[in-house]
């Protein structure tokens, strides 16, 4: 043991220099073990704790967003009408409101032959809407031995507007048969859908697309108070 008067204590030194600088350079007393200075494991503690904080953070941002996601799966759905409609263009007869009126041997046609890419009918609603599925029924009917009178809607870009005023797309790829083809479509507080035809089956010089119908559903009122 020193017999040397006790020196004054030392200032604590700054943390940059605890953690990767050297150590005091005393002698250890007999019998103790020097300690070892672990940098990287420090550094290492940090990061995980960055790590789990961000997480957390992630975690609680999208809780909303996880919870209607689980409701929305299990919800029952009931059907959606539109307050009105319109169309780039229509055949003869063969009005926008034609696809959105339940009937499925009523269609719409844009009245322009081939694919007719570009070309579009539109769903709006007066008050924002939520919106969990939509079936489309391609052609002039859902009886198979009517397909060929038309031709088929293949891709389709339905162009969302919310009530904010933003804008997205949800690129629909539909089936080649005959009947209703549900898809979903989970988006919140709508006011307006577009479906743009860009593909078709079947388009030829003599035929234009046909859609018998375009049904919405949301969630039911059902149960709620």
């Given at each position: 043991?020193?017999?040397?008067?006790?020196?004054?204590?030392?200032?604590?030194?700054?943390?940059?220099?605890?953690?990767?600088?050297?150590?005091?350079?005393?002698?250890?007393?007999?019998?103790?073990?020097?300690?070892?200075?672990?940098?990287?494991?420090?550094?290492?503690?940090?990061?995980?704790?960055?790590?789990v904080l961000a997480l957390?953070?992630?975690?609680?941002?999208?809780?909303?967003?996880?919870?209607?996601?689980?409701?929305?799966?299990?919800?029952?759905?009931?059907?959606?009408?539109?307050?009105?409609?319109?169309?780039?263009?229509?055949?003869?007869?063969?009005?926008?409101?034609?696809?959105?009126?339940?009937?499925?041997?009523?269609?719409?046609?844009?009245?322009?032959?081939?694919?007719?890419?570009?070309?579009?009918?539109?769903?709006?609603?007066?008050?924002?809407?939520?919106?969990?599925?939509?079936?489309?029924?391609?052609?002039?009917?859902?009886?198979?031995?009517?397909?060929?009178?038309?031709?088929?809607?293949?891709?389709?870009?339905?162009?969302?507007?919310?009530?904010?005023?933003?804008?997205?797309?949800?690129?629909?790829?539909?089936?080649?048969?005959?009947?209703?083809?549900?898809?979903?479509?989970?988006v919140g507080d709508v006011?307006?859908?577009?479906?743009?035809?860009?593909?078709?089956?079947?388009?030829?010089?003599?035929?234009?697309?046909?859609?018998?119908?375009?049904?919405?559903?949301?969630?039911?009122?059902?149960?709620?108070?």
């Amino acid at each position: 043991m020193s017999q040397a008067p006790e020196s004054p204590g030392r200032p604590q030194r700054p943390w940059w220099r605890r953690l990767f600088g050297p150590g005091t350079g005393e002698t250890p007393w007999a019998g103790d073990r020097p300690r070892l200075r672990r940098g990287f494991g420090r550094i290492m503690n940090v990061v995980v704790g960055v790590v789990v904080l961000a997480l957390l953070i992630t975690a609680g941002l999208n809780t909303e967003r996880a919870v209607n996601a689980v409701r929305d799966h299990f919800a029952k759905r009931a059907p959606v009408g539109p307050d009105s409609y319109k169309a780039s263009r229509s055949f003869p007869g063969h009005t926008p409101q034609l696809v959105f009126d339940k009937l499925n041997n009523t269609w719409w046609g844009p009245g322009v032959t081939q694919s007719g890419d570009g070309e579009w009918v539109e769903a709006r609603f007066d008050r924002p809407t939520r919106l969990l599925d939509l079936v489309i029924t391609p052609g002039v009917s859902t009886r198979p031995d009517q397909l060929s009178r038309s031709a088929l809607p293949h891709r389709v870009e339905a162009v969302v507007t919310t009530a904010d005023g933003r804008t997205f797309t949800q690129v629909l790829t539909l089936d080649q048969g005959a009947g209703g083809q549900r898809r979903p479509f989970r988006v919140g507080d709508v006011t307006a859908v577009r479906f743009v035809l860009r593909s078709a089956y079947g388009a030829a010089a003599d035929k234009q697309v046909a859609i018998a119908e375009i049904e919405f559903f949301g969630p039911s009122n059902s149960g709620r108070s």
